[in-house]
């Protein structure tokens, strides 16, 4: 039985982490490098351990801090969330020699496919089809340019210990490559602890579909259903949504059995996911295999009526599965938007402080935030702040009321991709369900809507003088209660100067 968890992780996978584990009777301890002390996710836990001063990689990325930091905290188990150490084997390596419950798969499953290139070699062992990519003995720049020529560009170079976009670059000369090679092992090395790169065929406009598996320790392994995540810039999700509009149920099945295949072939326990590729002739491939959870969980959990991190704990303790886990079907759609704070035009992260933050509600809408107001955006980290996830009976409703959600969603201070959230969602090729992973590119290029009436609200709010949302709401004000509004005294607040 797990009685106090330690989340190595910040930001909203630690803070939906820590919600579970409380409603499980876990006491959740947060970890927190000193220029993040300030954190929404350290003032959510039960307990929060300091990794100490330094750059992500000397705190979040530092086995032996966090190692110190489960024996301060007195943990029993600890659950690496996404990103970070999250596929790090060496890592859960640690945590299991000191005595501790890993809250995910094994070190040897880890290794086999978190390292990408020999997840792809394992893949073709076990007979699952994969994108075409550079032979696995390839490491130095002269050896990956002569791949390049054989697999023939476009290519792909992409961190082999990659994952969420981050070290992947797209090459379309030979000329180029070396820089883009130079670029994606320092990348790789500062995200993940391990410059190793490969490359990859660049397979022109696919669907990027993924299955959740999950299994445990007695051997039963099954599949949750997929999402689909073509929409991406970058290389990095940013909307998500299931079932994929793309799938048939023949398809549908033979894609489930390879990603099932997939994680019978390293017995995998826990929480995983299998990406594939969809291609123009209907033929799909392997990609990667995640040996976490996803970012984009939580639209499996609300159309199946589970929680994924639950089963995550309950496993790693020990459990089997759900019987009835096998028999689960779909209800409905559900999409997730990850709001990112980012310029809306070059798409680079942003940085500063939110000045005010209010989320949308209402039925279908769930919000999981790493942020609230008066947070600091810190450009040391990953920039998502938040997601946004709507479910509804069919996917024009989902649609629909995923456009209402965004239209509440205020945040103020700090630039974020709101409006390019709000053109995926009404462009024609999105609405039809007939996208690729280049839908975003195809996107008109800075577009920002008209604010809704709700961001003009809270606008007046924030700067609104002493009497302001800024500085009278929140834990210490009380809460919305205690907001006064400036439209609705007669304190000499105007709006000229």
Same mark, same amino acid.
């Not at 020529?149 to 070396?178: C, N, Q, W, Y």
């Given at each position: 039985?797990?009685?106090?968890?330690?989340?190595?992780?910040?930001?909203?996978?630690?803070?939906?982490?820590?919600?579970?584990?409380?409603?499980?009777?876990?006491?959740?301890?947060?970890?927190?490098?000193?220029?993040?002390?300030?954190?929404?996710?350290?003032?959510?836990? @039960? !307990? +929060? %351990?300091?990794? /100490?001063? $330094?750059?992500?990689? =000397?705190?979040?990325?530092?086995?032996?801090?966090?190692? #110190? *930091?489960?024996?301060?905290?007195? @943990? !029993? +188990? %600890?659950?690496? /969330?996404? $990103?970070?150490?999250? =596929?790090?084997?060496?890592?859960?390596?640690?945590?299991? #020699? *000191?005595?501790?419950?890993?809250?995910?798969?094994?070190?040897?499953?880890?290794?086999?496919?978190?390292?990408?290139?020999?997840?792809?070699?394992?893949?073709?062992?076990?007979?699952?089809?994969?994108?075409?990519?550079?032979?696995?003995?390839?490491?130095?720049?002269?050896?990956?340019?002569?791949?390049?020529?054989?697999?023939?560009?476009?290519?792909?170079?992409?961190?082999?210990?990659?994952?969420?976009?981050?070290?992947?670059?797209?090459?379309?000369?030979?000329?180029?490559?070396?820089?883009?090679?130079?670029?994606?092992?320092?990348?790789?090395?500062?995200?993940?602890?391990?410059?190793?790169?490969?490359?990859?065929?660049?397979?022109?406009?696919?669907?990027?579909?993924?299955?959740?598996?999950?299994?445990?320790?007695?051997?039963?392994?099954?599949?949750?259903?997929?999402?689909?995540?073509?929409?991406?810039?970058?290389?990095?999700?940013?909307?998500?949504?299931?079932?994929?509009?793309?799938?048939?149920?023949?398809?549908?099945?033979?894609?489930?059995?390879?990603?099932?295949?997939?994680?019978?072939?390293?017995?995998?326990?826990?929480?995983?996911?299998?990406?594939?590729?969809?291609?123009?002739?209907?033929?799909?491939?392997?990609?990667?295999?995640?040996?976490?959870?996803?970012?984009?969980?939580?639209?499996?959990?609300?159309?199946?009526?589970?929680?994924?991190?639950?089963?995550?704990?309950?496993?790693?303790?020990?459990?089997?599965?759900?019987?009835?886990?096998?028999?689960?079907?779909?209800?409905?759609?559900?999409?997730?938007?990850?709001?990112?704070?980012?310029?809306?035009?070059?798409?680079?992260?942003?940085?500063?402080?939110?000045?005010?933050?209010?989320?949308?509600?209402?039925?279908?809408?769930?919000?999981?935030?790493?942020?609230?107001?008066?947070?600091?955006?810190?450009?040391?980290?990953?920039?998502?702040?938040?997601?946004?996830?709507?479910?509804?009976?069919?996917?024009?409703?989902?649609?629909?009321?995923?456009?209402?959600?965004?239209?509440?969603?205020?945040?103020?201070?700090?630039?974020?991709?709101?409006?390019?959230?709000?053109?995926?969602?009404?462009?024609?090729?999105?609405?039809?369900?007939?996208?690729?992973?280049?839908?975003?590119?195809?996107?008109?290029?800075?577009?920002?809507?008209?604010?809704?009436?709700?961001?003009?609200?809270?606008?007046?709010?924030?700067?609104?003088?002493?009497?302001?949302?800024?500085?009278?709401?929140?834990?210490?004000?009380?809460?919305?209660?205690?907001?006064?509004?400036?439209?609705?005294?007669?304190?000499?607040?105007?709006?000229?100067?």
């Amino acid at each position: 039985m797990i009685r106090r968890l330690l989340i190595a992780n910040r930001g909203e996978i630690a803070v939906r982490v820590g919600r579970t584990a409380r409603e499980m009777g876990i006491e959740d301890v947060a970890v927190y490098s000193e220029a993040d002390a300030g954190a929404y996710h350290v003032g959510q836990m @039960a !307990d +929060a %351990v300091s990794l /100490g001063p $330094g750059t992500p990689r =000397e705190t979040y990325l530092s086995v032996p801090r966090l190692m #110190e *930091a489960a024996r301060r905290a007195k @943990a !029993d +188990a %600890v659950h690496p /969330g996404y $990103g970070f150490l999250s =596929e790090n084997a060496g890592f859960a390596r640690a945590v299991e #020699e *000191a005595g501790l419950v890993w809250v995910g798969p094994s070190a040897e499953a880890i290794e086999e496919m978190g390292d990408k290139v020999r997840s792809r070699a394992r893949m073709r062992a076990a007979g699952v089809p994969v994108v075409p990519g550079s032979d696995p003995h390839a490491v130095s720049d002269a050896d990956l340019v002569a791949e390049a020529g054989r697999i023939g560009f476009p290519v792909l170079v992409k961190a082999a210990a990659g994952g969420g976009g981050k070290g992947m670059s797209r090459v379309d000369r030979t000329e180029d490559l070396p820089e883009a090679l130079a670029e994606a092992r320092r990348l790789a090395a500062s995200a993940f602890g391990d410059e190793k790169v490969y490359l990859e065929k660049l397979l022109e406009r696919p669907h990027h579909v993924e299955f959740q598996i999950f299994g445990d320790r007695a051997g039963h392994l099954i599949h949750l259903f997929e999402r689909e995540c073509s929409v991406q810039r970058r290389h990095q999700k940013i909307v998500e949504e299931t079932p994929s509009p793309a799938l048939e149920a023949a398809l549908r099945s033979r894609m489930a059995e390879a990603a099932v295949e997939a994680g019978r072939a390293v017995g995998y326990v826990g929480a995983g996911t299998v990406e594939l590729l969809l291609d123009e002739k209907r033929n799909f491939y392997f990609l990667e295999m995640n040996t976490r959870l996803q970012v984009e969980h939580p639209i499996t959990e609300v159309t199946l009526g589970i929680d994924l991190v639950r089963a995550q704990l309950e496993v790693a303790a020990g459990r089997t599965l759900p019987d009835h886990w096998a028999r689960l079907t779909p209800r409905g759609h559900a999409i997730e938007l990850r709001l990112y704070a980012e310029d809306p035009v070059t798409q680079l992260p942003r940085s500063g402080e939110i000045l005010d933050y209010v989320e949308p509600g209402g039925p279908g809408v769930r919000v999981d935030a790493g942020v609230t107001r008066g947070s600091r955006v810190s450009l040391e980290f990953d920039p998502l702040l938040a997601k946004l996830i709507v479910s509804a009976p069919d996917r024009k409703a989902a649609i629909e009321r995923a456009h209402r959600a965004l239209g509440e969603w205020v945040v103020l201070g700090v630039e974020t991709n709101r409006a390019m959230l709000a053109a995926v969602l009404r462009s024609p090729e999105f609405l039809s369900g007939r996208y690729a992973t280049d839908l975003v590119s195809r996107l008109p290029a800075g577009e920002s809507p008209e604010p809704p009436p709700a961001a003009w609200i809270a606008a007046a709010r924030a700067f609104g003088g002493p009497g302001s949302a800024v500085r009278s709401a929140g834990p210490a004000g009380g809460g919305p209660g205690n907001v006064r509004d400036p439209w609705g005294e007669a304190s000499g607040w105007r709006t000229g100067a």
